[in-house]
């Protein structure tokens, strides 16, 4: 039998090392400090900026992509209709 694998639910840190939350992390709130001790990466900042952006286009992107939707709709409903009516005119 192969050896059984060890869940990480009870430890939910273990191979996270660096995710761990240090004591400075913990009391970066306090009373006693003038703000925030925790260090944001330029380049996590970058990225949510980024994704505010796509998700801003995307936004935009479908309103244009349902615009254009309807306005086809009503091309092909205007067709349909008029060539009911010239079927219906060589008929009679």
Known sequence: MPPSRRSTRSR??????HLLPTA????????CSPGPLL???ESLLQKGKCEEQWAADRKEKAL????????????????????????DAQLK
């Open 64 to 87: 244009a992509d349902r615009k254009k939707a309807l306005e086809s709709r009503k091309i092909i409903l205007t067709r349909a209709k008029q060539y009911v009516q010239e079927y």
């Open 12 to 17: 939910p840190w273990r191979g996270c090392r």
């Open 24 to 31: 400075l992390a913990r009391n970066a709130l306090s009373p």
């Open 39 to 41: 260090h944001v990466p």
